[in-house]
């Protein structure tokens, strides 16, 4: 009852929304609320919500983070980024994390930002994704990166993060 009522509120709130930044399985519970996802969804599952996701709600962009947990301190991060139009699947980058605190916030930062400066879809979603993995080696849930850092990672060839 209780998961009902917070997916009628999440779709009334969803008609005001321009970019959906979700996860695995908050993204498929707004899609198909009878049922909870339990497992990850794959890539071409995201892909599938995306897509009845701007039907349902028109959203301009929706976004994701792909996160592999190699062990509690090794990671693999990625994200995928859909226009309505395009998937756009960023690079995947290796961290060891120092600090977790604050990564979702830095991807959503790093979107925005890439969104709002007139990045394209792709160098956007490269440059959140870039932002959220510099923030996975930083202590506390600031992001003290700088422009500079997050481009030149985002336009490197390697995807190793060394701090």
Do not use: W
Not at 21 to 37: E, R, S, W
Not at 72 to 87: K, L
């Amino acid at each position: 009852m209780v998961a009902r009522k917070a997916t009628s509120i999440i779709k009334n709130l969803c008609q005001y929304v321009d970019v959906c930044i979700g996860v695995d399985p908050t993204l498929g519970v707004i899609t198909t609320p009878d049922k909870m996802q339990e497992d990850r969804i794959t890539k071409e599952g995201f892909k599938d919500i995306f897509k009845q996701l701007k039907e349902l709600y028109g959203f301009k962009f929706i976004a994701t983070s792909l996160r592999e947990n190699h062990t509690a301190s090794e990671n693999s991060c990625a994200a995928m980024v859909y226009d309505g139009t395009e998937f756009y699947e960023t690079k995947k980058y290796d961290v060891r994390i120092v600090d977790r605190v604050g990564t979702g916030d830095a991807f959503a930062a790093g979107l925005i930002y890439g969104l709002a400066t007139g990045m394209s879809t792709k160098d956007t979603a490269e440059f959140a994704v870039a932002n959220s993995v510099i923030k996975h080696t930083i202590h506390g849930d600031f992001n003290q990166a700088t422009l500079s850092e997050v481009m030149d990672l985002m336009k490197g060839e390697n995807t190793r993060v060394k701090r």
